[in-house]
């Protein structure tokens, strides 16, 4: 009923920037949060950004001053703007949506595919 589906994802030099987006679509009642989160290889995933419905952010330490996430809460669509990338930022990059489906229910997550980020020479 919920899809979550990421784009934007690829290959950059040290410095350089991407921006990742994710829309998220079908039985949504409530949108309650929406976040980034990456792995690499051999590593545990690890948040990197959310951002709620009043608009308060989230973000890990290692990303502060260089990524931005912003929301289009209309289109329950969420942006993540990267720069100054590094090559410790190489991972696949997850989209999570944490919704309600009904009035009654709980929170209910859902994941989305994944874009890999390279950063390298």
């Known amino acids: 009923q919920v899809h979550v589906v990421e784009s934007g994802g690829g290959l950059v030099q040290p410095g350089g920037s991407l921006k990742l987006s994710c829309a998220a679509s079908g039985n949504i009642f409530y949108m309650i949060d929406m976040g980034w989160y990456r792995q690499a290889p051999g590593n545990q995933r690890e948040l990197v950004a959310r951002i709620e419905s009043p608009g308060s952010t989230n973000y890990a330490d290692f990303v502060k001053g260089r990524f931005t996430i912003s929301r289009d809460g209309a289109k329950n669509t969420v942006t993540l703007q990267m720069t100054n990338l590094k090559p410790e930022d190489t991972a696949v990059y997850y989209c999570?949506?944490?919704?309600?489906?009904?009035?009654?229910?709980?929170?209910?997550?859902?994941w989305g595919q994944g874009t890999q980020v390279t950063v390298s020479l």
């Open positions: 999570y949506a944490n919704i309600r489906r009904d009035i009654y229910g709980g929170p209910v997550g859902y």
